[in-house]
């Protein structure tokens, strides 16, 4: 289960990542529970992460085909430095003055900008620091495991320093977590690879890219139900705070430890699918995996019992985190060595490039007809998706076998 350590690379990134992300993940819930304090308005928090998640839609395609031409490993060092940099501002207006909602969004614009190119770098970058390919798929479960635990002992450390000492502690321990990631590029020796894009058009590859995708029928129907997913799935991140104060009627250690059950789930997830070798098989896992998220946000809509609602979250991050290493591993798996930025790209682009308008639209159904009724509908959405994944299965498999038969996962 942790056949990617042997490689010295992925060692040095997954502990700075490590590191990282769980400041990154108090942030997250630090600006949450902010601009619902603030605000009031559970319309402004889909808002909020709506600009933090915007400019994915637009720019990870292009940050794709710069994926596939330049370095990752230098490009990965200036959208982390971005990142700091983010996080330091905000850190700044939060402890020394009192930053408008105008500064809020204008905040997480800013970091949608960086992460649209950081996340279908990182993520690509991740093949070059694996020394045998055949550990593709157990490094992208162990970055599921480790994005996880950073998402069970973010929140919670957020929630309880939120009580005691502020949302700005948060955001400035997020700016001092980018030391360590920063620190661990730095010592990463990878060799370059052949920039084999080029001398052709940056708009040709990016062309290439889509009618890639589109024409090849299992990255088409993996990346479909990853925007179904993101779409109407992932706004229960946007909602949780008023479910935490509202209908539970805690503060914001319950939404730390709401995030954190999913964290444990996503755990259980995780090491699921890092003792699975063979990614022939993840075709299966993807529909009842979509299927266990939808259930399990569903009954969590009606849930006014704080165990109860523990229970499901866990279920949630299981559910979620399954589907989308599932998805990942395969769409990296079946790519073209020469496409799989693009590739990669266009999952981003399908998980983070669509969730605004999941978030925007959750914050504003739930101004309407409630948040129990608007999470219940996503739930029965991503339920939809899986069972619909399920009926093109057959043709999904008949598509991909030349794939898995040319590298090896089976025999022909």
Known sequence: MLRAFRSRNYRLYFVGQGVSLIGTWMQQIAMGWYVYRLTNSSFLLGLVAFSANIPS??????????????NRHKMLLITQSFSMLQASILAFLVLRHHPSIVHILSLSLFIGIVNAFDTPIRQSLVADLI???????????????????ARLIGPSVAGILISYAGEGFCFLINALSYIAVLTSLSLMKIKPRAASLKNESPIKNLKEG?????????????????????????????????????ILHGGPNTLG?????????????????????????????????????????????FSETYRLSMLLMFCVGAGMMTNMASCNTLLQTISDEDKRGRVISLYVLAFAGMAPF????????????GAPHTLFLCGLSCLIGGLNFARGQAGFLKAARPVFIKKGFIKE
Not at 57 to 70: E, I, M, S
Not at 131 to 136: A, G, I, P, V, Y
Not at 216 to 232: D, G, H, K, N, Q
Not at 358 to 365: E, T
């Open 57 to 70: 839609f637009f720019l990870t395609p292009v940050a794709g085909v710069l994926a596939d031409r330049y």
């Open 131 to 149: 020394e045998n390919r055949n550990d593709l798929g157990n490094a992208i479960a162990l970055n599921s495991a480790m994005f996880n635990s």
């Open 210 to 246: 889509f009618s890639y995708a589109y024409n090849f029928r299992p990255i088409r129907m993996v990346l479909t139900l990853v925007a179904l997913i993101s779409t109407m799935g992932m706004a229960y991140n946007v909602l949780l705070p008023v479910f935490a104060r509202d």
């Open 257 to 301: 430890f709401l995030m954190g059950a999913v964290g444990v789930g996503a755990i259980a997830g995780a090491v699921f699918m890092a003792s699975r070798k063979n990614p022939a098989g993840f075709s299966a896992i993807i529909p009842r995996s979509s299927s266990i998220f939808g259930i399990s946000l569903m009954l969590f809509s």
């Open 358 to 369: 999941g978030s925007l639209a959750a914050g504003w159904l739930s101004s309407r007809i």
